[in-house]
């Protein structure tokens, strides 16, 4: 696959690569095209919130200690 860059980003890969923070350009691109991955993978979970909200399906934050309290101490009983 060819991929064309423009210049100022081949010199922004080709600075990473010269500092030593990654080993090839190819490198360099798959960490960008990981991070764009987490990027969307984040901005549909917030939309996903988002949804939710408008759907009112949010709990406030005084369940949701209390449920997390109620877990911690069942995990302390579990054990023993």
């Known amino acids: ?36 991955v987490s990027s969307e993978q984040l901005r549909q979970q917030v939309q996903e919130g988002i949804d939710q909200a408008d759907r009112s399906e949010l709990v406030d934050h005084d369940t949701v200690f209390v449920q997390l309290r109620t877990m911690a101490k069942a995990a302390e009983v579990a054990r023993g």
């Open 1 to 36: 696959m060819n991929i064309e860059i423009p210049a100022e980003q081949q010199t922004i890969i080709e600075s990473l690569v010269a500092s030593g923070r990654f080993s090839s350009a190819g490198e360099a691109l798959t960490e960008g095209l990981r991070l764009l």
